[in-house]
């Protein structure tokens, strides 16, 4: 069997970091990861975001009978798709779960406190020389914690770049690394805005920055 490379461990990574990819592909990620310090780096990120938004707010249990509704559309899935479509249905899902909790979990808690509010989603293009579209970030913030997820699928050079984050008010931050593979990439992780603005960018090896995204003040 030919070992995974690092575009199929980066396809299966975000299925890897919710612990929903089956035992043997689950086995290839662990021994590519062993001898890739990149893809490692890249697959811990993703698990300590999985981790951080569960933690987002106070416990409460999910709505009665969704745990069963989930189980019901994977176990349908899995007979109508092949086995790589099926565990991307059965990532989304988890995900879902994930995002559900969390939301029960605010909504749960403003009930009882109204100070506490949910956390504001929000997209932003990641723009490249000229103004042209390469990709875009999602950020997520709760409080002074922003939860970024970062996406580039066109037009940047293949490469790894420096993940960096650049407060109005100054102290540049390195954030991680994001590798594009085919003109393609992602990156996800936590940050302290406190309400300022700040810009985000992708830097290459020689320091220039190939391109960046304004993230939202509130």
């Known amino acids: 069997m030919t070992p995974m490379d690092c575009a199929e461990v980066r396809e299966v990574a975000p299925e890897f970091a919710l612990g ?4 043997d592909a689950r086995a290839e990620v662990v ?4 001898r890739c310090p990149t893809c490692r780096t890249a697959v811990g990120e993703l698990s300590e975001t999985a981790d951080a938004m569960v933690l987002l707010a106070p416990e409460a249990a999910p709505p009665p009978g969704f745990e069963r509704r989930v189980m019901e559309h994977i176990t349908g899935t899995e007979r109508r798709r092949r086995w790589r479509t099926v565990k991307l249905v059965a990532a989304v899902a988890a995900a879902a779960a994930i995002l559900s909790v969390v939301t029960v979990r605010v909504i749960d808690q403003s009930r009882s406190d109204p100070t506490v509010a949910a956390p504001a989603v929000a997209t932003v293009p990641m723009t490249g020389d000229g103004g042209a579209r ?3 970030v999602d950020v997520a913030t709760a409080g002074s914690t922003a939860t970024l997820s970062l996406t580039v699928d066109y037009a940047l050079p293949d490469g790894e770049y420096r993940v960096v984050l650049d407060p109005q008010g100054g ?3 390195t954030l ?3 590798t594009v593979v085919g003109g393609r990439g992602a990156w996800s992780g936590t940050t302290t805005l406190d309400g300022e603005a700040a810009q985000l960018s992708l ?3 020689t320091g220039h920055v190939q391109c ?6 509130a």
């Open 20 to 23: 929903v990819l089956d035992g």
């Open 31 to 34: 021994e590519h990861l062993d």
């Open 134 to 136: 390469v990709g875009q």
């Open 171 to 173: 102290g540049r931050q």
């Open 176 to 178: 991680g690394t994001v």
């Open 203 to 205: 830097v290459d090896t």
């Open 212 to 217: 960046s995204a304004d993230l939202p003040t």
